[in-house]
Nanobody, 119 residues
Framework: VQLQASGGGWVQAGGSLRLSCAASGSIFRTIGLAWYRQPPEKERELVASMTGLGRTNYADSVKGRFTISRDNAKNMVYLEMNALKLEDTAVYYC??????????????WGQGTLVTVSS
């Protein structure tokens, strides 16, 4: 299984971006999906998550501004980011906790996509 994140870029404060993450490979069941981010010189942190049943959870810093969603038919997960702030600048990573068609459960990471918010 591989995850490929895309959609990062430069945006002015107050703007919006949509990140995408494509999963490829033999996926039997998705247990959880998530987006993490790592700001410059800081540790990686959880931004948003979604359980296999669709329950979502957000970091307090992004509640009301970010939305995680998925398209099961396309094996895609998205992060819609609105009202972006300078402190949202980070490398964003998609993450998936899933079971392959061989019955193996594992955690997979995308390669990261850089979001830069400027004033």
């Amino acid at each position: 299984v591989q995850l490929q994140a895309s959609g990062g870029g430069w945006v002015q404060a107050g703007g919006s971006l949509r990140l995408s993450c494509a999963a490829s490979g033999s996926i039997f069941r998705t247990i959880g999906l998530a987006w993490y981010r790592q700001p410059p010189e800081k540790e990686r942190e959880l931004v948003a998550s979604m359980t296999g049943l669709g329950r979502t959870n957000y970091a307090d810093s992004v509640k009301g501004r970010f939305t995680i969603s998925r398209d099961n038919a396309k094996n895609m997960v998205y992060l819609e980011m609105n009202a972006l702030k300078l402190e949202d600048t980070a490398v964003y990573y998609c993450n998936a906790d899933l079971v392959t068609d061989r019955g193996r459960r594992g955690t997979y990471w995308g390669q990261g996509t850089l979001v830069t918010v400027s004033s």
